[in-house]
């Protein structure tokens, strides 16, 4: 699947932290998705740079079969797709070990190789890594605010109080950020799109990294993580209902992470530990491409507030997740669940600031119980807690207490 995405009418965020990498690093990764912008985010990097693509048949070939012929033809290249031939690090390190310029190699991957042990300690401390996610709201609407940040230096004078106009929201969630949902006005033209990605994934990118042939296997689990989106993950259930083993409903949903499809938000504690054997969550990356796999239409969102609700928290949390790839702060993502069940969608930690938490409401009013679960983390976290934060589908900053406060969801590329 080439990319031919349209996001050159789109200014990308990341484009300084990666030119900013290109002169001090020897090699700079951008890594994110398929169709999210990367080989056109590399091209007007590079300008007339040397440019290879693994995608293409004949180049694939000749990088596979003599890795080391391959590299050394090149002084400065952008390499797309290096995951599909992962024996080429070695011979970068090599490469670069002996010519330590800065920009040598620009690489993009539509999987996270750095998963692969031998990937990530060739190139430790040659490499810098940035992540591009499909558009963010911020970028569409051609911005350049980071409400992220700016909740980390909350004051009552750093926030607008609105009016915030949510009339475009459900439509915005239901499209999500890949460029080629944006540009298909029809639902079902999108939900083509879709369903042409996906197929592309399971039967070529998927395959390559577990060698798996039962296809209908992963695209079934693939519809059980939609349905598990926003929700914790109790891999026996899976298991259960598609009839597969519980290690291998880990190792495929582990694959659908490396593939940028969904990822694991873990739990938070005090304990370092004891996050690491907590329940995490599952959400989808992308509000779009989980509504398609759905198939969860406009009429069915107006009249489904439930339905709603999951769909805007994986859309808030793809929101926040692409305002931190951007961020020159380093931002860490949980949730915060508790032995009385009170929970917050979103624990996300700056470890010079503290932190701050992220309830998510579909309805246009907010409560005085809504902060229930960020009250409980407040009282956890003391002087840690920064604010806490309920985002809703209204249109003005409401607060509710001491570092408390209702948010409007367009804040979120508007403030």
Request: charged fraction near 25%; charge should be positive.
């Amino acid at each position: 699947m080439k990319e031919n995405t349209g996001c050159e009418k789109y200014a990308r965020c990341l484009e300084k932290k990666v030119r900013d990498a290109m002169s001090d690093t020897r090699v700079a990764l951008i890594s994110g998705p398929r169709q999210a912008g990367k080989t056109t985010l590399v091209k007007k990097l590079t300008g007339k740079q040397p440019y290879v693509t693994l995608d293409d048949e004949s180049v694939y070939q000749a990088a596979r079969s003599d890795p080391v012929s391959f590299i050394r033809q090149f002084d400065r290249v952008t390499i797309d797709e290096i995951q599909r031939v992962p024996d080429l690090i070695r011979q970068i390190k090599i490469s670069v070990d002996d010519d330590q310029r800065a920009g040598r190699f620009l690489l993009t991957g539509s999987s996270n190789i750095l998963t692969v042990p031998t990937v990530s300690e060739s190139l430790a401390g040659r490499m810098a890594i940035s992540e591009l996610l499909p558009l963010s709201q911020v970028e569409i609407e051609r911005r350049q605010v980071n409400l992220l940040d700016t909740l980390f230096e909350i004051s009552d004078a750093s926030i607008s109080f609105g009016p915030y106009d949510a009339s475009t929201l459900v439509d915005r969630v239901l499209t999500g950020g890949y460029p080629e949902m944006k540009k298909r006005l029809m639902q079902s033209r999108q939900w083509a799109w879709a369903d042409d990605y996906v197929r592309t994934l399971l039967s070529r990118d998927i395959r390559d990294i577990i060698h798996a042939h039962q296809l209908k296997d992963i695209s079934q689990l693939l519809r059980a993580s939609a349905v598990q989106s926003a929700q914790l993950v109790v891999y026996s259930n899976i298991a259960r209902s598609l009839r597969l083993s519980v290690p291998t409903v880990q190792r495929y949903i582990r694959t659908l992470e490396q593939m940028y499809l969904v990822r694991f938000l873990p739990a938070w504690h005090r304990n370092a530990l004891k996050r690491l054997i907590r329940t995490p969550k599952l959400h989808f990356l992308d509000s779009g491409l989980l509504s398609a796999v759905r198939r969860i239409t406009h009429d069915r969102l107006m009249q489904d507030r439930r339905t709603f609700g999951f769909l805007l928290e994986t859309f808030i949390f793809s929101e926040l997740l692409k305002l931190a790839t951007c961020s020159d702060r380093t931002y860490d993502f949980f949730h915060y669940r508790d032995k009385d069940k009170v929970e917050v969608d979103f624990v996300i930690e700056q470890y010079s600031k503290g932190l701050i938490g992220v309830e998510v409401k579909a309805s246009a009013t907010v409560r005085e119980n809504d902060f229930k679960g960020l009250k409980r983390l407040q009282s956890v976290t003391g002087t840690s807690f920064v604010c806490g934060c309920v985002f809703y589908a209204g249109d003005n900053v409401l607060w509710f207490g001491d570092k408390l406060l209702a948010v409007p969801v367009p804040i979120l590329w508007t403030c």
